[in-house]
């Protein structure tokens, strides 16, 4: 199992810019991806991004077509940790965000098919 503990959500305004950290331990390294996940109010959890941490998909990032050109996902080996930098951001951007990992050597975008979760924080972007 892998323990993450997300940080850096909070209020922006529409345009701004946010960072948000995923500090991952413990058996990180039956990880193949990490990635984040977001649930907008009242709606369903979706797919944000996703980069490769073990195996051939090491390093590849992954993005929903929504965030792409806007988010970046990134990662720091030596802190075991991965980032979510998210610039021009929208109101529709509000949501809880999960970070998550999951093992096998193809991503797959479903959140049931990720085994680890961490806590959620939220990110409210205001009109």
């Known amino acids: 199992q892998v323990q993450l503990v997300e940080s850096g959500g909070g209020l922006v305004q529409t345009g701004g810019s946010l960072r948000l950290s995923c500090a991952a331990s413990g058996r990180t390294f039956s990880a193949n991806f990490m990635g984040w996940f977001r649930q907008p109010p009242g709606k369903e959890r979706e797919f944000v991004a996703a980069i490769g941490w073990n195996g051939w998909s090491d390093g590849r990032t992954y993005y929903a077509d929504s965030v792409k050109g806007r988010f970046t996902i990134s990662r720091d080996n030596a802190k075991s940790t991965v980032y979510l930098q998210m610039n021009s951001l929208k109101f529709e951007d509000t949501a809880v965000y999960y970070c998550?990992?999951?093992?096998?050597?193809?991503?797959?975008?479903?959140?049931?098919?990720?085994?680890?979760w961490g806590q959620g924080t939220q990110v409210t972007v205001s009109s």
């Open positions: 998550a990992a999951r093992s096998g050597g193809v991503l797959n975008t479903a959140g049931v098919t990720w085994g680890s």
